[in-house]
């Protein structure tokens, strides 16, 4: 059974930074994607950005160029690396593996869509921006 857990959620200010890791254990049926998403509370589940084994990274619009994911095989983690934060950011951050073979993602529609497919999740961590 996949394990993901997800770590690193904090508080901090507008313009700062944080970095989350989602340590995995067990077997992971397809390695081909590890996927971020978040959720803020009373809103929609929100793609944030996904790595392929290959080292293909994949973002959503609103997170480009300030955030960045990265994956340590060896380690069995991957790190989604947050800077120049907004309060909007805020939200509880969960960690997804295990996405079918038959889906592909090369870009930001395509990063929302994969949300019903990964069937490995994490409990999430928790993130909160002051402003």
């Known amino acids: 059974q996949v394990q993901l857990v997800e770590s690193g959620g904090g508080s901090v200010q507008a313009g700062g930074s944080l970095t989350l890791s989602c340590a995995a254990s067990?077997?992971?049926?397809?390695?081909?994607?590890m996927a971020w998403f978040r959720q803020a509370p009373g809103k929609a589940r929100e793609a944030v950005a996904a790595i392929h084994i290959n080292g293909g990274t994949y973002y959503s619009d609103s997170v480009r160029g300030r955030f960045t994911i990265s994956q340590d095989s060896a380690a069995g983690t991957t790190s989604l690396r947050m800077n120049s934060l907004k309060p909007e950011d805020a939200g509880t951050y969960y960690c997804a593996a295990d996405l079918p073979s038959g889906f592909t993602i090369s870009g930001p529609r395509d990063l929302e869509a994969a949300a019903s497919f990964y069937s490995s999740w994490g409990q999430g961590t928790q993130v909160t921006v002051s402003s």
């Open positions: 067990g077997y992971i049926y397809s390695k081909r994607y």
